[in-house]
């Protein structure tokens, strides 16, 4: 399986890497604001949606490490539920992108503000996939 680099610089380009992002998971310990070049980071743990369906049979799936890099930052908000234990996990529900502003939505209402000059965020897998047994499941009781 092939990893994954893309490059977003659209309101529909974000909507893609965020089907790919979703049940994401993370810690705060792998997020990382570089001030020089108004780059924030995050390393984290992402389900391989997009080969899913290959192995459900199998019931067989995939993980990769991936790093999201959302560029041309003016600043970052977090709302008050959103805790800064270094390792606590947390995950990733979706990224809803528009020109000026690029919001990261997580699980127990959890939300990361950041304003931007302009949409530049690029998606990459950082090493090969490896399996899992476990597909992430939503209920919306």
């Not at 560029?71 to 996990?89: A, L, S």
Request: proline share 2%; aromatic share 12%.
């Amino acid at each position: 399986m092939e990893k994954i680099t893309l490059k977003a610089q659209s309101e529909e380009d974000c909507d893609v890497i965020s089907a790919l992002l979703q049940d994401s998971i993370f810690k705060v310990s792998a997020c990382h604001y570089l001030a020089d070049q108004r780059c924030f980071r995050i390393i984290l743990n992402r389900f391989c949606w997009e080969h899913s369906h290959k192995f459900e049979k199998e019931q067989c799936y995939h993980r990769v490490h991936s790093g999201l890099y959302i560029h041309n930052i003016k600043t970052i908000h977090v709302n008050d539920n959103f805790q800064k234990k270094p390792h606590h996990f947390y995950n990733l529900l979706a990224m809803h992108a528009n020109n000026d502003e690029i919001n990261l939505i997580f699980s127990d209402h959890r939300h990361l503000y950041i304003k931007v000059d302009g949409i530049l965020v690029y998606l990459k897998d950082l090493h090969d996939k490896y399996p899992t047994l476990s597909k992430p499941e939503h209920n919306f009781a």
